[in-house]
C-alpha cells in the first residue's frame, strides 16, 4: 500500500466499525444466553469472526445480516461438542474468554490459533482456571494448544489477584464464575476495561465493584437483549492522531464508545495539547457513547505512566506516532505488556519508526520519543499487526513523499475499510 498525504488534510464526518472488544463479548453472551440476542453496528472482521464460527461449531445459530447479527442463545448449558479443533486465528480475546466458557462445559476441547497466537502467553488464564478446579493444560504450560477437558467437581468461585493488568483473564475468570458456585473476587491494581462486567449485568448477572475488587455471584442467569455496539474508539484513535497532526483538519467522528477505561486516548492527546472535545454523549446498553471532534493542533512531548495505560493500552502505537512529531520528549513507560500483543509493538514501532528519521529509544517496558519537525518517506513493515499497519499509515501520511506500507492487509482483523475511509476524509 503506498501512502502519500504530505500538505493534505482530514475533513468531514466519520463513522468506525463497532467495538471488537463490546463485539466479542457480545457473541460470547448472547449465545450463552436464554432467548434471542439481536446485535447491531457488530464488527465484522476476522478476529470476530472467529468468535461467531466457535460458538456455531458448537452448535449456536447465528444469523449474519447488514451490520447486525441475530443469535438464538441456547443458555448456559446448551453448547455442544465442537464438530473439530476451535481455531481461534489471530484473536488473543476469542482464546483467552472462550476457555472461561469451555472450562465449564462438559466435554473436552482443543484450541488452536495463527502463528501469532500460537506464541502467545497462556499461562495467566491456566493458572485461574487451574484454581477455579478446571482442567486445562497447554503446550510447555505456557502456548497453545490449549486443551480442557470436562471436570467431575463443580468448579468453584475463587479470590484473585490479577498478576498482569489484562481484561482478557479477567474476563475469562468471570465467564467461568457462570459455571460456578460461590462468589468469585478478582483484584485488579490497575484497571482494565469492564465491558464484561457491565455486559453481564446488562444481560441479568451481578457483577459489580468494591474499591479495586470485582465482585461476582455465580448464581445467575443470562437473558437474551438487544444490544448496539458502538463505534471502536481503539479505531477511532489513528483518526483523532492524524486529525491533530495535518494541519487545517476538522473531523467529526460519530457514535464512539466512551467508557472510561477506554479514553486514555483522548485524556493523553488533549495533554499534549490536542483539540479533541466530545459531544452528544448519553448511555446505550450501560456503555457510554458519543461524538469526537477533532481540529488540527501542535503537539507537546509529555510522560505516560501508571494506572492511565490500562485504558489506552491499545493505543501506544498510534500514540508513539503523535509523539514523534510533538515538541520536546514523550517519555512511554509501565507498558511491557506491549511485547505480548499480535507482535512486539515496541520494537515495531521503534524500528519503523526510526526508518523515518524519527528519535526514538526502545526500553524494556516502553520507549523514550524526541519529537522531530518532520518525518522521512520511508519502507515501512506492519509486522501482520493491524494496529501497527493503521498506526504506520498515519505516519505515512506526514511524511514528505510516498511511503510503502507492506503487509497492510492485516487491518481486516479489527477495521476492514480503514484504508477506504481514510482516503474518502482527505481533503
Ligand atoms: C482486550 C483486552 C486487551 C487488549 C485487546 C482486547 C479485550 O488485552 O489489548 O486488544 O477485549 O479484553 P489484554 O487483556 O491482554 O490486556
Known sequence: MIINGYGKKLIGEVKVPGDKSISHRSIIIGSLAEGNTVVENILMSEDTIRTIQCFQNMGVNIEK?????????????????????????????????????????????????????????????????????????????????????????????????????????????????????????????????????????????????????????????????????????????????????????????????????RTGIITILNEMGADIKISSERLLNNEPVGNIEVKYSNLKGIQIRGDIVGSLIDEIPIIAVAAALAKGKTIIKNVEELKYKESNRIKAMVTELKKMGAKVEELSDGMIIEGVDFLRPAKLYSYDDHRIAMALSVAALKAQGDSYIDKHQCVNISYPNFYETLFNLIA
Do not use: W
Open 65 to 261: 445480516g447488514n451490520g447486525t447479527i441475530n443469535i438464538k442463545g441456547v443458555g448456559l448449558f446448551g453448547l455442544n461438542k465442537p464438530k473439530s479443533i476451535l481455531d481461534c486465528g489471530n484473536s488473543g480475546t476469542t482464546m483467552r474468554l472462550l476457555s472461561g466458557v469451555l472450562i465449564g462445559q462438559k466435554f473436552s476441547t482443543t484450541l488452536i490459533g495463527d502463528e501469532s497466537l500460537m506464541n502467545r502467553p497462556m499461562k495467566r488464564i491456566i493458572i485461574p482456571l487451574s484454581k477455579m478446579g478446571g482442567n486445562i493444560g497447554g503446550r510447555e504450560d505456557e502456548y497453545p494448544p490449549l486443551e480442557i477437558k470436562p471436570t467431575d467437581d463443580v468448579l468453584q468461585g475463587i479470590s484473585y489477584e490479577l498478576p498482569v493488568a489484562s481484561a482478557q483473564v479477567k474476563s475469562s475468570i468471570l465467564l467461568a464464575t457462570l459455571y460456578s458456585q460461590g462468589i468469585t473476587k478478582i483484584i485488579e491494581n490497575k484497571t482494565t476495561r469492564d465491558h464484561t462486567e457491565r455486559m453481564l449485568n446488562y444481560f441479568g448477572c451481578n457483577v459489580f465493584n468494591r474499591d479495586r475488587e470485582i465482585v461476582m455471584d455465580s448464581n445467575c442467569k443470562l437473558f437474551g437483549k438487544k444490544v448496539y455496539v458502538p463505534g471502536d474508539i481503539s479505531s477511532a484513535a489513528f483518526f483523532m492522531v492524524a486529525g491533530t497532526l495535518m494541519e487545517g483538519s476538522n473531523i467529526i467522528i460519530k457514535d464512539i464508545g466512551l467508557n472510561p477505561t
